[in-house]
């Protein structure tokens, strides 16, 4: 799995402050799309353990109040890092956690 960005304090994408993660990869090819770059699966940089603590650490802090994940396309990457990192957010953090997808409830559950 790619990554875009981090952004430690966010107050774009979510209610009050955030720290957000901007994944790589996206075939949705949506109308519109603001992050058209980020519809590359290898833009970017590789996400890593350490990256990812790193994360889970900017999550942590006091003055943010959600996490949020986008890109690119949360619900299109590699599904053992994407389905560690929420676990650790989960366990670790314990913050509202705010996906964005072009992609549709009925077609998630199905997988």
Not at 14 to 25: D, E, K, Q, R
Not at 91 to 100: D, G, L, M, Q, S
Request: glycine share 6%; net charge positive.
């Amino acid at each position: 799995m790619n990554y875009a960005e981090i952004k430690q304090y966010d107050v774009a994408n979510t209610p009050n402050i955030s720290c957000t993660l901007f994944v790589s990869g996206c075939t949705n090819n949506c109308r519109g799309c603001f992050n058209k770059e980020l519809q590359d699966f290898s833009y970017g940089k590789l996400w890593t353990k350490e990256t990812e603590n790193y994360f889970i650490k900017c999550c942590k802090n006091p003055h943010v109040k959600n996490v949020a994940i986008l890109g690119g396309e949360p619900m299109q990457q590699q599904i053992t890092p994407m389905l560690n990192l929420l676990k650790r957010i989960k366990a670790e953090v314990n913050k509202p956690i705010w996906v964005w997808t072009g992609c549709l409830w009925e077609d998630l559950i199905r997988i």
